[in-house]
């Protein structure tokens, strides 16, 4: 899978799997990833494993479970 150079949204990513996707895709040349968790403390420390990798990294606080503030943070994020 080429990714280079492409933007990525990687939900649950404070932990686990997600932190994991994040940080590999970082590895294989994403430009930019987005982090979204409920666990601000935790994105933080993903955020700061993505950007050593050399991606541009931002956080989001998120609750996917609200449906209404997910069509909000896509409609302002894309």
Known sequence: MDIKGKSAIVTGSAGGIGRAT????????????????VKEDALAETARLVAAKGARVTTHVLDLSDVPAVEAWFEAHG
Do not use: Q
Request: glycine letters at 6%; proline letters at 0%; aromatic letters at 0%.
């Open 22 to 37: 994040a940080v590999m895709l970082a590895e294989r040349g994403a430009a930019e990833i987005r982090l979204v968790d």
